[in-house]
């Protein structure tokens, strides 16, 4: 039986790989205030800061590995008889490097840099600057590719498509407290499909899932595939 299937990813999948976030304690984010080093605001008082900052979120995403979630959505999209698209609101490149292949990454990526003047992107340095110009228009407009607050985030009207056939929705350890992610939910439910949440903790958004599994992904989302291809199979 084809199953398409939409898996929005977030930063609880990460953790496990020791990528933290702007909600742990400690950490490279506990140093900075989010309007200081996550919004165009930051950027423009001071872009050193702002590069620092994605320079070393970048070598440390670098250094780390995926782990048991990472690679069991791999298999899954190498395994299904159906489509499967993952919308990570991560910035690293852990599903990439676990092997899956049809990744949005809604909030932009570590990986990527983007000139703020003529809008091109390229593959960013492990260290950006202010003074690094733009390969193509030559400004001094260098900034990290990643969605701000504040920011739309990419690919809306793909994520909306994909939802749009998607007989299978879920959640991989996300707050659901960013918008527009935390509507997603709704929208699948809406057009029909199963929706389920894996996480930590039940999120905000949980009560729209028709199913809720709590545990960490690097258990929880292995055994979830495999009922999934089982399904599939059938
Ligand atoms: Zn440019």
């Not at 228009?137 to 994520?159: H, N, Q, S």
Request: aromatic share 6%; hydrophobic share 40%.
């Amino acid at each position: 039986m084809r199953t398409n299937i939409v898996i929005l990813t977030g930063a609880g999948i990460s953790a496990e790989s020791g990528l933290g976030t702007f909600r742990d304690e400690g950490g490279l984010w506990a140093q900075h205030a989010i309007e200081d080093v996550a919004t165009p605001e930051g950027f423009s008082r001071n872009p050193t800061l702002v590069h620092n900052f994605y320079n070393a979120r970048r070598k440390q995403a670098s250094a780390a590995q995926p782990n048991a979630a990472h690679l069991a959505l791999a298999k899954l999209e190498q395994e299904l008889n159906g489509d499967l698209m993952i919308v990570t609101q991560n910035v690293d490149a852990l599903h990439e490097k676990a092997g899956s292949r049809n990744v949005l990454h809604m909030h932009g990526a570590l990986e990527r840099a983007l000139c703020n003047e003529c809008g091109h992107r390229w593959e960013a340095p492990t260290e950006m600057w202010p003074d690094d110009p733009c390969p193509r228009c030559g400004a001094l407009a260098t900034r990290p590719d990643v969605v701000w607050f504040g920011e739309i985030p990419y690919g809306m009207k793909a994520i909306s498509d994909a939802l749009a056939s998607a007989d299978v929705f879920a959640a991989i350890g996300t707050s659901g407290e960013v918008y527009p992610a935390a509507n997603f939910v709704a929208e699948a439910d809406g057009l029909g499909a199963h929706t389920v949440e894996l996480n930590l903790a039940p999120s905000s958004g949980a009560a729209h899932f028709g199913e809720v599994v709590l545990g960490a992904a690097s258990e929880t989302v292995p055994a979830w595939v495999n009922h999934e291809l089982t399904r599939n199979r059938a």
